[in-house]
């Protein structure tokens, strides 16, 4: 689950289902602990 996302010029934004991701975001996630490495790997 996408909690929450951090653009390029660092304006945060609450993600909403439309929300376009492009380089230099940051983008904070809340994973199962299972699920840690296959998000890692998702997201390089």
């Given at each position: 689950?996408?909690?929450?996302?951090?653009?390029?010029?660092?304006?945060?934004?609450?993600?909403?289902?439309?929300?376009?991701?492009?380089?230099?975001?940051?983008?904070?996630v809340?994973?199962?602990r299972?699920?840690?490495?296959?998000?890692?790997?998702?997201?390089?």
């Amino acid at each position: 689950m996408v909690t929450g996302i951090t653009n390029g010029a660092g304006k945060s934004i609450i993600p909403n289902g439309y929300s376009t991701l492009k380089e230099g975001d940051t983008v904070v996630v809340a994973v199962l602990r299972q699920a840690t490495k296959f998000i890692q790997k998702l997201f390089g």
